[in-house]
């Protein structure tokens, strides 16, 4: 029961310095160079690398994958990014599976994060194509431990297909 008489008491106030710090995060001192001496376009190899095909077929494709330590985070399980980033891209192969010539740009992702994934732990990812339209496709992708098959997240992926023009 909310008694209104009496307000709960005020929150304490943002520290803004400490939220700051957190994403201004100070690099070490050769960390800016390599920043800048990073390819063009380097994201999706940095993910995929390591990804190995077990199998492919119509509507799906399924990979096993070690987790390396460049894709852990601060609990060093693997990153929730990576794990995004491993649905989207897995995704997409199971679009082209499809026959479709291009797999389109994300219009909405969603990720369950269910258990972690630690350090050279092996994992299976599994993609599934839910629907491949001329306009839209929908993907579900699963990552699993692979010994135990105890899910680590679940995914959905909806792309854009884009319309060729008849101009």
């Known amino acids: 029961m909310v008694n209104s008489e009496h307000p709960p008491p005020p929150s304490p ?14 690099p070490k001192a050769d960390e800016p160079k390599k920043m ?7 994201f999706d190899p940095l993910i995929m ?7 492919i077929e119509p509507g799906r494709v399924l990979c096993s994958f070690r987790v ?3 894709l852990l985070n601060t609990a060093n399980t693997l990153h929730g990014g990576a794990i995004a980033s ?3 891209l897995v995704g997409s ?10 797999t389109g740009v994300s219009v909405e992702i969603s990720v369950s994060y269910l258990d972690g994934a630690v350090l050279d732990e092996e994992i299976e990812i599994e993609a599934r194509n839910l629907r491949v339209g ?4 929908v993907v579900s992708v699963e990552l699993r431990k ?3 098959g105890k899910i680590i997240a679940q995914g959905r992926h909806t792309k854009y297909l884009a319309l060729t023009s008849k101009l």
């Not at 800048?36 to 380097?42: I, V």
């Open 93 to 102: 192969a199971a679009i082209f599976t499809a026959g479709a010539p291009f």
């Open 36 to 42: 800048e001496s990073l390819p063009e376009r380097f």
């Open 68 to 70: 390396p330590p460049r």
């Open 134 to 137: 001329k306009a839209v496709a």
């Open 13 to 26: 106030p943002m520290e803004f310095e400490s939220v700051r710090k957190y994403l201004e995060k100070t």
């Open 86 to 88: 491993l649905v989207d």
């Open 49 to 55: 690398q390591g990804v190995r095909p077990v199998l």
């Open 146 to 148: 692979k010994d135990t």
